[in-house]
């Protein structure tokens, strides 16, 4: 049968198959780690091993067959290092080799890997019958054999260690099953693929190599795809390709003469390099998928830590701001009593400082008002009721409002509209009057005794502009940043006696944004007074 005629090309095909993509899963799973980078020069010099071997078998010519066998051992060397040296740093991402390694075991590895390539080691070979080849050997022989048995001993011990310091049963579970597939195929390798050849001169087993390593990459891929071991991503889809893998190379089998046997290995050798970047696309995809699954996790533990201290924030200012302005209304209602009983009675200072007390009071709960309205408006939980409104009757009682202040400072204010006009727009209509008191507080607290206040409603474009100007006296460089900024600082000491007209500033432009309006501010042409431009 030819896939009996071609058993060993199969065994070659999937074991470097199986091989190739397993380790560039693991390195491709995390460039940086040392145990990965050595896991994957495992793997390819068991791939370029098993290769080998074969290839040797195809090979009737004694110097050729020669020189493979030579090249079959040179890589064998590497691969027990390689074997050592995995189980050395297994599992660390990060380790520090010591002084042994480096000025003992790697000299001694580079030294004996290139006497296997001389006359020390392998002296001649000769086809005795078939597939059997008798080996010549030399001294040197001995020295490859010690030091893979070296390897592969104190790859065990390390092996072994870690299975008795795993703290996790996973891990126990993980390390049992690569031992097992350690101790299966490097038994096999150390007897068939070493005793026999080079103590009994039979190299009939040499061309089944790959073979000998699968239990090893079986049970070791079994351990890191099912238990996690080395943190590999997308394990299903590594096993797709790697069974894609196996049938395409089955239809390479029932091929009959060597030609085709080398064209058709070839194909393999390209088809294996864009699987293994079809890997890397594979691992990098659903690396990116559980970082994006960890930040969303991470996205809305924060949010829920971000309502948490939104409430507490809420509380909080509810809170303070209730025990600030109740002692405060407390003393302003007090200071109204004591002006109507005893306001006749007191000296001009004591009226003055009456006034001044009940001013200041207010202004401070004013401030408070304001400053909660600013918080609602910032933490989104101001609800307005919108309705068809009168804006000429809202204008209209924002001035009765504050008209005893108008009164008091003696203001000429003025209100121009069409009186033919129907002023109807959709709004808040407590929200509005609150709005364009907040302005017009403005104007008067700037407005000089004896000033003046206008203010005009034009229809424009099916919306309406209201303009308020005065000629009062603002120190300010910039105005307009009362409007953008909740607070304003004149320089180097902050105006306390603006804070609250900020506040409502800010708190109108606000309230006109959410009536699909606007509030912009601009000073006079005479560098006096201001202009304030409302649009709804």
Avoid at 109 to 130: C, D, K, Q, R
Avoid at 206 to 231: C, E, V
Avoid at 249 to 260: A, D, K, M, Q, S
Wanted: glycine fraction near 4%; aromatic fraction near 12%; hydrophobic fraction near 45%.
């Amino acid at each position: 049968m030819p896939v009996l005629a071609n058993l060993d090309l199969l065994t070659v095909g999937i074991v470097v198959a199986a091989t190739c993509v397993l380790g560039f899963a693991v390195y491709f799973s995390d460039p940086k780690s040392i145990t990965n980078k050595t896991f994957l020069f495992f793997s390819l010099i068991t791939a370029i091993w098993g290769i080998v071997n074969y290839l040797e078998f195809q090979f009737t010519e004694p110097l050729l067959k020669l020189w493979m066998t030579r090249l079959i051992v040179f890589l064998a060397v590497f691969h027990a290092m390689l074997i050592y040296t995995l189980f050395l740093v297994f599992p660390n991402e990060r380790f520090s080799f010591s002084k042994y390694y480096k000025f003992i075991i790697l000299p001694l590895t580079l030294f004996t890997s290139i006497l296997t390539l001389t006359p020390a080691v392998f002296v001649e070979v000769s086809n005795l019958h078939g597939e059997v080849t008798s080996l010549t050997t030399n001294w040197g022989i001995m020295l490859f054999v010690i030091l893979a048995i070296y390897f592969v001993i104190n790859a065990l011990n390390f092996l072994f260690k870690k299975l008795h310091n795993a703290k996790s049963t996973t891990e126990k579970k993980s390390l049992i099953l690569i031992s097992i597939g350690f101790i299966l195929s490097f038994s096999l390798i150390l007897i068939l693929a070493m005793i026999v050849p080079v103590f009994f001169s039979d190299t009939r087993f040499n061309k089944y190599s790959s073979l000998l390593i699968f239990p090893f990459i079986a049970f070791s891929a079994y351990a890191i795809l099912k238990h996690k071991l080395l943190q590999i991503k997308s394990g299903k889809s590594l096993i797709i390709i790697f069974i894609l893998l196996t049938i395409v190379f089955l239809g390479f089998v029932y091929l009959r003469n060597n030609t085709e046997v080398m064209l058709a290995g070839v194909i393999y050798l390209i088809i294996i390099i864009f699987s293994i970047f079809l890997i890397k696309i594979l691992i990098h995809e659903a690396q990116q998928k559980i970082e994006i699954q960890n930040l969303a996790q991470e996205l809305k533990i924060a949010n829920d830590r971000l309502k948490e201290i939104e409430e507490l924030k809420s509380e909080f200012i509810s809170l303070a701001t209730h025990h600030i302005s109740s002692p405060l209304t407390s003393i302003n209602n007090s200071i109204s009593i004591l002006k109507e009983e005893n306001y006749n009675t007191l000296s001009q200072g004591g009226r003055e400082l009456l006034d001044s007390s009940e001013q200041s009071t207010a202004n401070l709960i004013q401030v408070i008002q304001d400053f909660l309205t600013v918080y609602r408006l910032d933490d989104d939980k101001t609800k307005y009721k919108f309705t068809e409104v009168d804006l000429n009757q809202i204008i209209k009682k924002a001035l009765d409002s504050i008209s005893f202040r108008i009164d008091e400072k003696k203001i000429f204010a003025t209100y121009s509209f069409d009186s033919h006009e129907k002023y109807t727009v959709n709004g808040d209509m407590y929200k509005l009057e609150q709005a364009f008191i907040s302005i017009l507080k403005n104007s008067v607290k700037n407005v000089p005794k004896n000033g003046e206040i206008n203010i005009t409603v034009t229809r424009k474009n099916n919306r309406y502009e209201i303009n308020i100007s005065d000629n009062g006296i603002r120190n300010l460089p910039n105005i307009s940043d009362r409007l953008r900024r909740k607070f304003t600082d004149s320089g180097n000491e902050f105006e306390a006696n603006m804070l609250g007209n900020s506040l409502g500033l800010y708190s109108a432009k606000q309230t006109f944004i959410a009536h699909s309006g606007n509030l912009s501010i601009k000073k006079k042409d005479n560098s006096s007074g201001a202009e304030f431009v409302i649009i709804l």
